[in-house]
Nanobody, 124 residues
């Protein structure tokens, strides 16, 4: 069974940091682009960052550049999102997703696989 499982969310004070993990099972990251998304009630789901092993590149939404870093550990089939300098505006449910096509994932937000999400809450 193909599965993506996020972890690492929680409650953190403004200015703090969290590292989210996305563990894949049932398939390998080798042929997939992995992305991190977040969603706030009443707002569209937004792409934050993605990483492509085949392209050897990563991409970030402007609002998180310099604060968030996406990385991967292929031996563990795990992708991470390091989040620093968090603000209350970062409060959301965070999801990871996997798709073979970078443009489809990044531009449309469509993906073959999605995790269940992990809640991040940043207090003032």
């Amino acid at each position: 069974e193909v599965q993506l499982v996020e972890s690492g969310g929680g409650l953190v004070q403004a200015g703090g940091s969290l590292r989210l993990s996305c563990v894949a099972s049932g398939f390998s990251f080798d042929n997939f682009v992995i992305g991190w998304f977040r969603q706030v009630p009443g707002y569209e789901r937004e792409a934050l960052a993605c990483i492509s092993k085949s392209h050897g590149s990563s991409y970030y939404r402007d609002s998180v550049k310099g604060r968030f870093t996406i990385s991967s550990d292929n031996a563990k089939n795990t992708v991470y999102l390091q989040m620093n300098s968090l603000t209350p505006e970062d409060t959301a449910v965070y999801y990871c997703a996997a798709d073979p096509q970078l443009l489809r994932l990044w531009m449309t937000g469509n993906a073959d696989y999605w995790g269940q999400g992990t809640q991040v809450t940043v207090s003032s």
